[in-house]
């Protein structure tokens, strides 16, 4: 599998799902990890649990919606391991509703975590990739199909993913001529705590036939599964995707083939 070996990196929204899984691989391959999270305990527990396999990790809380914990988030990791090489903005939430059930707030609240979080963390970790020598390095992030194509009643959430996507390319070709990679994962439906929330949420009353249904929904019959994720976004951080950069990686179970 590919390595990490030596780089460092930051993952935002580490502490629980596909971030965790995240920060876990990368520690195993190799690379001192940032396990930053607005839940301070859970990034603690990802961090020891780093320990636990022998590697390298500490555990920072983070406000992606503040670019001065953006910067701070950034700024202690250089500080600790001496450069960034790696940025996984992982980070956001998600809500259900059409265009005309959305509320004004909830949409800022969307735009304010997935967009302008994406915005903050990758301006600082940019900042931070510029400075250093030899300058140069590889963001990776979440966005989903749900900024690819249509899903019924996500009207804000596919607004942002939509928006992580266009940032994505507009980094790529920004910064391309200075050794710092872009790209995006586009996961499809994955089982994680925020689909787990989503269920008791909205589905309060139904969530066992609801969990059926998600699964049903997919070509592949189920589901995806963090870790199964986390493995692209090793990829995109390695050196062999060198070659990669203002990608969009799909990785749906077939969901958007049909």
């Known amino acids: 599998m590919f390595r990490l070996d030596g780089k460092v990196a930051l993952v935002t929204g580490a502490g629980s799902g596909i971030g965790r899984e995240i920060a876990l691989l990368f520690a195993k391959q190799g690379a001192n990890v940032c396990v930053a999270d607005l839940n301070g305990p859970a990034a603690e527990a990802v961090a020891g649990e780093i320990f636990a396999q022998d590697g390298e990790a500490f555990a920072q809380p983070l406000d992606v919606t ?129 689909v787990e929330a989503y269920l008791q949420r909205y589905h309060a009353g139904e969530v066992e036939e609801t969990r059926a249904a998600l699964h049903a929904r997919q070509p592949l019959g189920r589901m995806g599964r963090p870790e199964e994720i986390a493995p692209l976004a090793l990829y995109l951080a390695s050196d062999e995707a060198a070659y990669v950069t203002g990608a969009q990686m799909t990785i749906d179970g077939g969901l958007t083939a049909r």
């Open 66 to 194: 503040d670019l001065v914990s953006a910067r701070a988030a950034v700024a202690t990791t250089a500080e600790r391991y001496g450069r960034l090489d790696v940025l996984v903005n992982n980070a956001g939430i998600g809500m259900v509703g059409n265009l005309t059930e959305t509320e004004p707030e909830d949409f800022d609240r969307l735009v304010d975590v997935n967009v302008r979080g994406v915005y903050y963390c990758s301006r600082a970790g940019v900042e931070q990739m510029l400075g250093q020598d030899p300058k140069g390095g590889a963001i990776v992030n979440m966005a989903s199909i749900a900024g690819q194509v249509a899903v019924a009643r996500r009207f804000a959430y596919c607004t942002t993913k939509g928006a992580v996507i266009s940032m994505t390319q507009s980094t790529a070709m920004d910064y391309v001529g200075d050794n710092i990679r872009c790209n995006c994962v586009c996961p499809g439906t994955v089982e994680t705590p925020f």
